[in-house]
């Protein structure tokens, strides 16, 4: 196990937070979505509480070096009126100026440093790095679930130089998963959809074991049915995975449920028409599932006591093919089940609708899902027996 923020002594401290402000921004730098920014406020706000200095660090988009566009001035600007408190935006992520700017600050003052990947340091996980980073406060906290899947300075070494622990929206993430799938309520039902079937091979193996049945939707569907040798017309299909897609199906013995009909189209920007999923032309693309599948996957899902959702349906960004994640969507958020959903376009597309959890992590929840250890997880366990520690920085 690893400690959350509750275990350690923060009063007064200086104290070092990963965040994931990697957030949509319009034209003009405005933000469009700042769900990932409210969702660290409770971690920030205790903090402020307790007392603390609180340096924040966050990526922003894939810099190549130092990107003017990606600075993080409007982020520091949003997140100052969210707190009604000034925040202090560092110009830089390590380095005198940082550390003058850090050492002006009172109790509960916040600044964020500048974008972590204007160095490459950042994603290597270079060790000297973290440590310049460590040497700017006393106590590390992780509250990005979101980027605890990469062995990053910021997320993995840091934590070989400073007392570390978990925010509470890392801490929710994990333990409203962990126990999802460690102890789920049956029937057990997975919705498992979206563009590839081989970014989600792993979580389909592991979920296997776990669940009663997946239901596939969205475009991975059609490998599966090419590997079953049917026509998938122009349908996006991966070719390279058509021996796992048989291996899945064979392994799953019948919880695999593929869809009965589609709604295809000759372009995404067509109007859309229902077919049988053994009748689609050659000069067809699949955009939806289809409402004979919508209605079969209903009744599975009203009795379900558990759904994990990864993965639209249909190309859910074009109205005409939404239909089939909207339907879904609106089934679970009226039943009683405990309803998760992992996937950052699953979330998007789900918006307004009301589930238990919905996970602020693209790849780190799949990563979960598949059973994986995450890296940023591994390190706040090891970090709890101190003897790891090459070195606590005195301050
Ligand atoms: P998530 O981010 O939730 O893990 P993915 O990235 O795997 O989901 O997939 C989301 C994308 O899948 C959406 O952009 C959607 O348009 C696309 N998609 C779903 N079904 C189809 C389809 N039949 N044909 C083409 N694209 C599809
Ligand atoms: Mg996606």
């Given at each position: 196990?690893?400690?959350?923020?509750?275990?350690?002594?923060?009063?007064?401290?200086?104290?070092?937070?990963?965040?994931?402000?990697?957030?949509?921004?319009?034209?003009?730098?405005?933000?469009?979505?700042?769900?990932r920014i409210?969702?660290?406020?409770?971690?920030?706000n205790?903090?402020?509480?307790?007392?603390c200095?609180?340096?924040l660090?966050?990526?922003?988009?894939r810099?190549?070096?130092?990107?003017?566009?990606?600075?993080?001035?409007?982020?520091?600007k949003?997140?100052?009126?969210?707190?009604?408190h000034?925040?202090?935006?560092?110009?830089?992520v390590?380095?005198?100026?940082?550390?003058?700017?850090?050492?002006?600050?009172?109790?509960?003052?916040?600044?964020?440093?500048?974008?972590?990947?204007?160095?490459p340091?950042?994603?290597?996980?270079?060790?000297?790095?973290?440590?310049?980073l460590?040497?700017?406060?006393?106590?590390?906290?992780?509250?990005a679930?979101?980027?605890?899947?990469?062995?990053?300075?910021?997320?993995?070494a840091?934590?070989?130089?400073?007392?570390?622990?978990?925010?509470?929206?890392?801490q929710?993430?994990?333990?409203?998963?962990?126990?999802?799938?460690h102890?789920p309520?049956?029937?057990?039902i997975?919705?498992?959809?979206?563009?590839?079937?081989?970014?989600?091979?792993?979580?389909?193996?592991?979920?296997?074991?776990?669940?009663d049945?997946?239901?596939?939707?969205?475009?991975?569907?059609?490998?599966?049915?090419?590997?079953?040798?049917?026509?998938?017309?122009?349908?996006?299909?991966?070719?390279?995975?058509l021996?796992?897609?048989?291996?899945?199906?064979?392994?799953?013995?019948?919880?695999?449920?593929?869809p009965?009909?589609?709604?295809?189209?000759?372009?995404p920007?067509?109007?859309?028409?229902?077919?049988?999923?053994t009748?689609?032309?050659?000069?067809?693309?699949?955009?939806?599932?289809g409402?004979?599948?919508?209605?079969?996957?209903?009744?599975?899902?009203k009795?379900?006591?558990t759904?994990?959702?990864?993965?639209p349906?249909?190309?859910?960004?074009?109205?005409?093919?939404?239909?089939?994640?909207?339907?879904?969507?609106?089934?679970?958020?009226k039943?009683?089940?405990?309803?998760?959903?992992?996937g950052g376009d699953?979330?998007?597309?789900?918006?307004?609708?009301?589930?238990?959890?919905?996970?602020?992590?693209g790849?780190?929840?799949?990563?979960?899902?598949?059973?994986?250890?995450?890296?940023?997880?591994?390190?706040?366990?090891e970090?709890?027996?101190?003897?790891?520690?090459?070195?606590?920085?005195?301050?």
């Amino acid at each position: 196990m690893f400690r959350t923020i509750k275990d350690l002594h923060l009063k007064h401290k200086k104290v070092l937070v990963r965040v994931d402000f990697n957030v949509p921004q319009k034209a003009n730098g405005a933000i469009a979505d700042d769900t990932r920014i409210k969702a660290a406020l409770p971690t920030i706000n205790y903090l402020r509480k307790q007392k603390c200095i609180v340096i924040l660090m966050t990526h922003l988009g894939r810099p190549n070096g130092v990107d003017e566009t990606l600075r993080l001035d409007s982020i520091a600007k949003h997140l100052s009126k969210l707190l009604n408190h000034h925040v202090t935006k560092c110009d830089d992520v390590i380095g005198s100026e940082v550390e003058e700017k850090v050492h002006s600050l009172k109790e509960g003052d916040v600044c964020l440093l500048e974008n972590l990947r204007f160095y490459p340091e950042e994603e290597q996980n270079d060790d000297k790095f973290a440590h310049a980073l460590a040497d700017l406060a006393q106590i590390y906290i992780n509250d990005a679930f979101s980027v605890s899947h990469r062995s990053h300075a910021s997320v993995d070494a840091i934590t070989h130089y400073l007392p570390s622990a978990a925010g509470f929206q890392l801490q929710k993430e994990i333990e409203t998963i962990d126990k999802l799938l460690h102890n789920p309520k049956h029937p057990f039902i997975a919705i498992m959809g979206g563009v590839k079937v081989s970014d989600k091979i792993e979580v389909i193996r592991h979920l296997l074991k776990k669940v009663d049945a997946i239901l596939i939707g969205g475009a991975m569907m059609y490998t599966f049915f090419k590997a079953l040798g049917l026509e998938t017309g122009t349908s996006k299909v991966e070719v390279d995975k058509l021996v796992i897609a048989r291996q899945l199906l064979k392994q799953a013995h019948g919880k695999l449920i593929l869809p009965l009909d589609c709604v295809i189209a000759k372009t995404p920007d067509d109007k859309g028409t229902v077919t049988h999923v053994t009748h689609l032309a050659k000069d067809v693309m699949g955009l939806d599932i289809g409402p004979d599948t919508v209605a079969i996957y209903q009744e599975i899902l009203k009795n379900a006591k558990t759904v994990l959702w990864n993965g639209p349906m249909g190309m859910f960004e074009k109205k005409q093919f939404a239909k089939g994640t909207m339907a879904l969507a609106e089934t679970i958020s009226k039943s009683k089940a405990v309803s998760i959903i992992g996937g950052g376009d699953t979330a998007d597309a789900v918006k307004g609708f009301k589930f238990t959890h919905v996970s602020t992590g693209g790849g780190a929840s799949l990563d979960f899902f598949a059973g994986k250890t995450l890296p940023g997880i591994k390190a706040l366990e090891e970090n709890v027996h101190c003897v790891k520690h090459r070195r606590f920085p005195s301050h």
